[in-house]
């Protein structure tokens, strides 16, 4: 990861401050390689670090600082994030908690959006628009160029038909003067993930999507067979935790959590997709870190293939 003033360093010139990359240790689903960065598919979504509504600042600031320097302790080494988080509060903590970033951590930001004064999302998705929102990003962030940036598109109530490419086109420039590196999409339909890929290629596609919200059940599949990554997001239900009488039932019978189950189910579910579930807690962290590796057995798949069905 490229940081502003300096850039990668060589151990031996580091100052204090400074941290060696940690290799990965091993977390529940071990690693996937989003074009050539390799991040560990449990990794940690940092929205909800913002304040109520995702604005403003947080309540527990300290305790959202600890949050993200224990989960890069924890060898987690994929953080999703945006600059429309709060706005900026988000990747302000993230810079503050984690800077100068560890080379193994890749920082995954979006941009299509941005905030109203009610807290509302609207879309800024003009080629202007974009382009100051990748600058914005790299100044919160203090990067000089972004890992991995999602086009978000649709809006709050989801995906919109419709075609990406003025926007998409905008981020491939981008990518060309080199500020970003790989690219994304996010809150996209079917076609627009065929529109992008025909357009450039993508590493990820982020949409909503967790053992009650199977609508892209086949676009994961085709995508794992493109070897491109799904990531989903409300993974434990978002504002509105998971609720179901089979989970709750797989989950009391294995004598673990909801979450636990909700997490386990989406890494056994393919190979591609990566977890960024959110948390303010450091106690939730470690519980959903543990809780993910929990094996499932072909009844218990069964039982919560049902809950989407
Ligand atoms: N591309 C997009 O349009 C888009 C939209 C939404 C989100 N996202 C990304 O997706 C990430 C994940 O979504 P999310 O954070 O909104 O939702 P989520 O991961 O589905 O759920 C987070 C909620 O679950 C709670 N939680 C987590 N672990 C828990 C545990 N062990 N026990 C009890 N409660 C627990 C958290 O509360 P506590 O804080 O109390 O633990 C938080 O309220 C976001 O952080 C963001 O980076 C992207």
């Not at 999302?121 to 202007?128: F, L």
């Not at 990518?175 to 065929?194: C, D, F, K, P």
Request: glycine fraction near 12%; proline fraction near 6%; charged fraction near 20%.
């Amino acid at each position: 990861m490229l940081m502003q003033g300096g850039g990668r360093r060589h151990p031996q010139f580091m100052t204090k401050g400074d941290k060696m990359s940690t290799p990965s240790r091993s977390l529940p689903g071990g690693t996937w390689t989003l074009g050539d960065l390799t991040v560990t598919r449990f990794g940690y979504g940092a929205m909800q670090l913002a304040g109520p509504g995702v604005m403003g600042p947080p309540a527990d600031r300290e305790g959202a600082l600890a949050v993200l320097r224990e989960a890069v302790d924890l060898g987690i080494t994929h953080i999703d994030t945006s600059d429309a988080y709060g706005p900026r509060v988000t990747n302000e903590l993230i810079r503050e908690a984690l800077h100068p970033y560890p080379e193994s951590l890749h920082i995954v930001t979006k941009v299509g959006a941005t905030r109203d004064e009610q807290g509302g999302w609207p879309t800024a998705r003009r080629p202007e628009d974009l382009r100051r929102q990748v600058h914005d990003n790299l100044r919160s962030l203090g990067l000089d160029v972004l890992d991995l940036v999602n086009l978000r598109l649709g809006d709050a109530g989801g995906p919109r038909p419709g075609s990406l490419a003025e926007a998409f086109e905008t981020l491939v420039e981008l990518r060309q003067q080199g500020l970003i590196r790989h690219l994304g999409v996010s809150n996209a339909t079917e076609e627009q993930v065929a529109e992008a890929q025909s357009i450039a290629p993508i590493v990820c596609v982020q949409n909503m999507y967790n053992l009650a919200h199977r609508h892209d059940d086949k676009l994961i599949d085709r995508l794992a067979a493109d070897g491109v990554a799904y990531v989903p997001f409300f993974p434990l239900g978002g504002f509105t935790p998971l609720q179901s009488s089979a989970l709750s039932a797989v989950a009391a019978r294995l004598k673990a959590t909801r979450m636990s189950v909700a997490l386990a189910w989406l890494l056994q579910r393919s190979p591609n997709i990566l977890l960024i579930p959110g948390t303010s807690s450091t106690a939730h962290l470690h519980e959903n870190v543990a809780g993910a590796g929990l094996s499932l057995s072909r009844e218990d798949l069964t039982e919560l293939d049902g809950i989407g069905g």
